[in-house]
């Protein structure tokens, strides 16, 4: 659990996850704070959806023909997930919503089918299902303790820049793990 080849994919995916899941939670929050009601910020949500769905097998096909390595696709769907939570905190109204539901959403789904083809690759064959158990709980990890940042720091301050702390805290997971793959 601690080679580099294992955890920097896994970090990877609890950032993920940390951001599509504080995404789905405080979309809601978001529109409610400027006025919108259940409907709109439900699409909200469902397009974030969307989103992920339609980039997971663009961002797949684009890792096996080479024309994305794991390095360049994780550093631009993690920041695409920042720049989501960046407009959610400063851009105002449907716009805000919109955007932030749509850079999330599309990074979160670049980030998934790099890290478990990167933990599928450089696993034992032999310890391939005991490899991937291993980094989905990070990727629970990730589930819960994405929305507990958010909460922590609105909590303490505003909404904003509970938002704003998710946004700085992402790009991190690029950089965390020693011995980053130059896959």
Known sequence: MVRPEFLSPTVV???S???LSAGVGFLPVLGAASGMNAFVTGAGVSILSACA???QPWAGRALD???LSYRAGSAAGLLLCA???IAAATIPGLAGLLACAIAIGSGAGVLTPLGFALLAASA???RLGETLGAAEVGRELGDAGGPLL???ISAASTLSLGLLGAAMALPAAV???AGFSSR
């Open 13 to 15: 995916l609890a950032a």
């Open 17 to 19: 996850t940390a951001a």
């Open 53 to 55: 769905v339609l980039a």
């Open 65 to 67: 023909s080479k024309r």
């Open 83 to 85: 720049a989501g939570f």
């Open 124 to 126: 034992p064959a032999e």
């Open 150 to 152: 958010v909460v922590a």
């Open 175 to 177: 950089i965390a793990p």
